[in-house]
């Protein structure tokens, strides 16, 4: 039953938040707003819609402390913003019977069990006479506007990348609005606490506030410091881990703190420069694993390259751990598995040679490694982690080709020749001389003894030897079936 007038205008307006925590350039808050009518904001914990997918811990980490800045910055605007946990298809109609709305509003996200789920309330709040909208506000084109001239989607980045890079000069991003009409009512609404997001025993997460201001102020003041600090060495140095000159906002972004056509725009604005523009394009990146993502949804679970279904994985537990832990015996990798540990995050170049490491060095199976990255990262992006990870297998679209295997000796010497990025997550390798730093097994006993390193005690030997682990890895790829046609599985 179609909404009357009279209902809409004086029903209340509900938004509903998800994957967009802030103020700023928020559609689909600023629409709630715009409506006149007082508004009230829920956010709903689901555990059950991405099934597997579910939030991992260090993103819940995260999302306690989003929310807990994000209901502050809506209570100014006269805004509450109601917890519940549960089934969205129940929670959000039943607070719109509740707080007596007559629209509703969301910003649109790109899982396709979350697309179903949003259709499937959208049409029984038309059922029930109920407006409800959905907007653009988490990818700066929508993945079903970018086709190829024969009207299929797009598998490679380049030319999706141009593409998407002619329409990003009218991006409009929207100020962060007023306060809102003043509610006459609150509703009971779940404590923050409850939810027990935060870890306690142990409390993994306790360095993570050194690194890390989650919300949307901290999200603006990172890009500032970025635009500031770094961006005038981003083409150069974001391959070097042990400098900063990354922006770090993928948390804020993964959470929506920021958008990404207000970080878009305000960098293409600010000069024409390589360093503008290769930032802009690993942006584009994001938006190319959502649009993957959304034209073929099987992207997290399933191989895009059918042929490597006939893989024949190792199932090593042994080396599996070892990898968790920082243990592999490879300095550049162990301390990439560290820094995830100690921090919920990763430097990119380090990603690409920790994760090629597990799937090429040891033959354990990308999903594996996608899993502990999801439960890990505070950026964990379901988008981003499944295409990258299988960039890196070379089962995705437009991946790296099997036979590129990281050596992460000549990555590390490459990227981190003093070694300050090993020195600072390893350090009980940090009196190593440089000449040896990503490979102690290869240092003299006296160099070691005076480096106080015990090779096997206090820092272990390598798990496998860099040469065979090479050609095995060659040698199991090349014998994957070749009978099984390569093409898209999803
Ligand atoms: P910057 O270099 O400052 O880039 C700015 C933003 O662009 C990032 O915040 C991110 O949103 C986007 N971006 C940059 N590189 C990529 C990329 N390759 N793919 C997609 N978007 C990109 N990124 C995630 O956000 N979540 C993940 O779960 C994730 N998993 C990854 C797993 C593997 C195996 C690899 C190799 C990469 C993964 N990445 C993931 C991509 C990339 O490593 C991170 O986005 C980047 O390191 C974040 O640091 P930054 O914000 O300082 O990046």
Not at 117 to 126: A, G, R, V
Not at 222 to 233: A, G, H, K
Not at 240 to 248: L, M
């Amino acid at each position: 039953m179609p909404a009357s007038t009279q209902q809409i205008q004086s029903g209340t307006a509900l938004y509903w938040a998800r994957d967009d925590l802030r103020l700023a350039d928020n559609p689909a808050l600023c629409a709630a707003i715009d409506t006149g009518r007082p508004v009230t904001a829920l956010y709903i914990l689901d555990e059950t819609t991405n099934g597997h997918w579910a939030l991992g811990a260090a993103s819940k980490w995260w999302l306690h402390h989003s929310l807990q800045s994000f209901a502050a910055s809506l209570a100014k605007l006269n805004i509450q913003l109601v917890l519940r946990r549960g089934d969205p298809a129940k929670l959000a109609p039943a607070l719109a019977a509740e707080s007596g709305a007559a629209r509703v509003f969301w910003n649109r996200r790109y899982v396709s069990a979350e697309q179903a789920l949003d259709e499937k309330i959208k049409s029984s709040f038309k059922d029930a006479g109920i407006e409800a909208r959905s907007f653009r506000g988490n990818v700066l084109a929508e993945p079903w506007e970018i086709l190829t001239g024969a009207k299929t989607p797009y598998k490679v980045y380049s030319p999706f990348w141009r593409e998407l890079r002619t329409r990003l000069s009218d991006l409009q991003p929207l100020a962060a609005p007023g306060v809102a009409t003043k509610a006459k009512k609150r509703f009971p609404s779940d404590a923050l606490k409850d939810w027990a997001l935060t870890p306690s025993k142990p409390n993994w997460a306790k360095d993570f506030p050194d690194f890390w201001t989650p919300g949307e102020v901290g999200a603006q003041k990172r890009f500032s410091d970025f635009i500031d600090q770094d961006l005038d060495n981003y083409a150069r140095g974001r391959d070097i881990p042990g400098e900063i000159h990354t922006s770090h906002l993928s948390p804020h972004l993964r959470f929506g703190e920021i958008s990404i056509r207000q970080a878009m725009k305000t960098i293409l604005a600010l000069r024409d420069d390589a360093n503008a523009e290769k930032f802009a394009s690993e942006l584009g990146w994001r938006d190319f694993a959502y649009y993957l993502l959304h034209h073929f949804p099987k992207f997290p679970d399933h191989n895009w390259r059918g042929d490597f279904d006939a893989f024949s994985w190792r199932n090593d537990r042994k080396h599996l751990r070892a990898w968790q832990q920082g243990k592999t015996g490879y300095p550049l990798v162990d301390a990439g598995m560290r820094e995830l540990w100690a921090t919920g995050y990763m430097h990119n170049r380090v990603r690409m040679v920790a994760a090629s490491f597990l799937i090429k060095h040891l033959l354990i199976d990308w999903r594996r490694g996608e899993e502990w990255f999801w439960d890990t990262l505070v950026d964990a992006d379901l988008a981003n982690n499944s295409v990258s990870w299988q960039w890196v297998a070379g089962s995705g679209a437009d991946a790296a080709p099997y036979f590129r295997i990281f050596n992460p000796v000549t990555q590390g010497e490459r990227f981190d020749a003093a070694g300050a990025y090993v020195r600072r997550w390893i350090p009980e390798l940090a009196k190593l001389p440089d000449r040896y730093i990503q490979a102690p097994w290869a240092a003299p006993e006296e160099v070691l003894g005076a480096a106080g390193v015990m090779l096997g005690k206090s820092y272990p030997a390598p798990i496998v030897d860099h040469k065979q682990a090479r050609e095995r890895a060659l040698g199991a790829f090349q014998s994957m079936s070749k009978s099984r046609s390569v093409g898209v599985t999803a």
